[in-house]
């Protein structure tokens, strides 16, 4: 079945940019999402990725996808102290849709 | 995109208790779907809740230990049954805005059980 990685931590500071990284295996996933995380919160859906596109941008959130490497990736720019959370990427594969394979979660923190 | 709330918020069981969290969206879904968040740990797809027929479970997950309600498009029910430790976790309510493929979540029930 689908797996997906990410790694754990990232530490940038403000006003830096921060590329949040994740790899998944099945390579018939067609929409890939990126979840915003606050302590004591829900998921906030911050944009999604169908994978016949390799980028996707809005506003300081740029996706990039690879598909041919599975890779995905987030970049926010000018991070700011309220970026700081846990990001999740998620993927799902046509005809599971809501069946949403998440990874474990980046945990970014953003120094002052 | 759809509002979702989730009531308790929060709550502490004892062991042996069931407890029931109750999901609503703003709006008709046609997919809503339940996931638990361990400590920690990322999110795992407990069920998907059909609006009309018994709930689709993931392996692991069985209906007598979580049963699913979704009695129409706007509401669904999740119960925890016969609560362990093991139990504690957050509990999501999804539901899928299939129009553009964008799945919203609520904002969780942490649950404790003592």
């Known amino acids: 079945g689908e797996d997906v990685e990410q790694s754990l931590f990232l530490s940038v500071r403000e006003g830096d940019s921060s590329v949040i990284n994740c790899t998944y295996t099945d390579s018939s996933s067609t929409y890939l999402y990126w979840y915003k995380q606050e302590p004591g919160a829900g998921l906030q859906l911050l944009t999604y990725i169908f994978s016949n596109m390799d980028m996707k941008q809005d506003q300081r959130l740029t996706v990039l996808l690879n598909k041919k490497d599975k890779h995905l990736s987030l970049r926010i720019a000018d991070t700011q102290t309220g970026d700081s959370a846990i990001y999740f990427c998620?993927?799902?594969?046509?005809?599971?849709?809501?069946?949403?394979?998440f990874g474990k979660g980046t945990k970014l923190s953003v120094k002052p | 995109s759809a509002v979702i709330s989730q009531k308790p918020s929060r709550d502490i069981c004892q062991r042996g208790t069931s407890l029931t969290i109750q999901c609503q969206v703003d709006?008709?879904?046609?997919?809503m779907f339940w996931y638990r968040q361990q400590p920690g740990q990322s999110l795992t797809l407990i069920a998907t809740a059909n609006q009309g027929s018994e709930a689709t479970y993931e392996s692991g997950f069985v209906i007598d230990k979580f049963p699913i309600s979704r009695p129409n498009l706007t509401f669904s029910t999740l119960t925890v049954s016969n609560m362990s430790p093991e139990d504690s976790s957050i509990y999501l309510c999804?539901?899928?805005?299939?129009?553009?493929?964008?799945?919203?979540f609520g904002p969780g029930t942490r649950l404790t059980v003592l």
């Open positions: 998620a993927a799902a594969g046509e005809g599971s849709q809501g069946n949403l394979i």
């Open positions: 709006s008709q879904v046609t997919m």
């Open positions: 999804s539901a899928d805005d299939s129009t553009n493929n964008e799945q919203f």
